[in-house]
């Protein structure tokens, strides 16, 4: 199951206590004291793994909590540390609290420790004094930092799919990736994102990510609207997949105007992104004439107008070209 909103309990350890002890050999009287320290507790630390690619470890693990140290012992011995508790992450990932933003996850090994671990407590070696001799006292370790917070996810891909529900995103993505997803005629048959890896002939690579149909109004939260615009919203360009479909009663242009509307409602500066636009299912009957009205009212660059099958593989070469030669300009960039 793919998860891109948890809400976490973090705890780090408890630092161990001190102790009180005795040096007791054989030989050597009124030996003092000899109590050790206690081991700190281990910390709460957030990593970012490009291997991760959801939260969903996390969807039955709310309440998590870092290793506390050991006590300490006799003969001056240190308790044992507590483990760090490190939690891997996806690319992309969003730490809030209450609403208020904390950190952000971009970059692969990226690390934010997010829960101090307790301190250790002092045994009774530490209060030796020249006057004070037989100290019988010693210190509890801290408690560890505790926080509630929110993890919530945005793909990093090079490019994002655009389009309405049963447009043929999840179509296309698999004739570009070669991957398998879940396609079949009905509306929002994608329910969560699908990543794949577009590879050309030199070895070069392209992520591109189908993000569920978008519906009028999802700026608002309508159909999937956030799970939609927040994983559209950092990719480096778009792609918007509009379907030439004569048989139902909407017209292509204006569908491409309504997402344009909702990217902008959402998130102005995702129209600044780079983006082609390819009018889908070009092989049906009747589609050429909504591609020639189409082409007659766009506003933009025609050489970013692609008439393409995704079912079919009709100039899925030339759209592949592109987004390549579009990916290489945001990294100019």
Known sequence: MFVDTVTLS?????????????????????????????????????????????????????????????????????????????????????????????????????????????????????????????PFVCTEGTPGEETEVDLELKLIADVGFVGMPNAGKSTLISELAHIQVKIAPYPFTTLRPNLGIVEFDDFKRILIADIPGIIENAHENRGLGFAFLRHIERTSSLVFLIEMAPYQDRDPFEEFLMLRRELEAYNPEMLQKPFLVAL???????????????????????????EISALEGINLDALKEALRNNCAVCCAS
């Open 10 to 134: 973090l705890s780090a350890g408890k630092g161990g206590n001190g102790v009180i002890a005795w040096r007791r050999e054989k030989y050597i009287p009124k030996g003092g004291p000899a109590g050790g320290d206690g081991g700190n507790g281990g910390s709460v630390i957030i990593q970012a793994d490009p291997e991760v690619h959801s939260l969903e470890d996390y969807r039955n693990r709310r309440i998590l909590k870092a290793q506390s140290g050991m006590p300490g012992g006799s003969n001056n011995c240190k308790g044992k540390n507590g483990q760090d508790l490190i939690l891997k992450v996806p690319m992309g990932t969003l730490v809030k609290k209450g609403g208020e933003f904390l950190f952000d996850f971009v970059e692969a090994g990226q690390t934010w420790k997010i829960c101090q671990g307790g301190k250790g407590g002092k045994g009774n070696t530490r209060f030796k004094t020249a006057t004070h001799q037989a």
């Open 280 to 306: 889908n299912k070009i092989d049906q009957e009747g589609a050429r004439e909504l591609a020639d009205s189409f082409k007659a009212r766009y506003p933009f660059d025609p050489s970013n107008l692609f």
